[in-house]
Nanobody, 119 residues
Framework: QVQLVESGGGLVQAGGSLRLSCAAS????????MGWYRQAPGNQRELLAV???????NYADSVKGRFTISRDNAKNTVYLQINSLKPEDTAVYYC?????????????WGQGTQVTVSS
């Protein structure tokens, strides 16, 4: 079982930036694919970005160019850099892990971190 703990959320003005972190611990935590999702009130959970154990990345079209996912395998940590924040980015952001990008969403989840963007 892998445990995930997100951090880095908060209240930020539109146009600002945030870097979210997700620390993984537990068995096999250093070799898993990782991903970031978000869920706004009344909306379904949305997959934003994924990164394989080898560093291959994929992004949802809606966040390409503003969001960057990265990982530090030595620290078992994945990051999500969010630039040019918009009020519509307000949501709870979740970290997830899985055996591969193809099975993302079927592994472990973090508890989420709130991001609120003021206009």
């Amino acid at each position: 079982q892998v445990q995930l703990v997100e951090s880095g959320g908060g209240l930020v003005q539109a146009g600002g930036s945030l870097r979210l972190s997700c620390a993984a611990s537990g068995s096999s935590s250093s070799i898993r694919a990782m991903g970031w999702y978000r869920q706004a009130p009344g909306n379904q959970r949305e997959l934003l970005a994924v990164i394989s154990s080898g560093g291959t990345t994929n992004y949802a079209d809606s966040v390409k160019g503003r969001f960057t996912i990265s990982r530090d395998n030595a620290k078992n940590t994945v990051y999500l850099q969010i630039n040019s924040l918009k009020p519509e980015d307000t949501a709870v952001y979740y970290c997830a892990e899985s055996a591969s990008i193809a099975t993302m969403g079927f592994g472990s989840w973090g508890q989420g971190t709130q991001v609120t963007v003021s206009s």
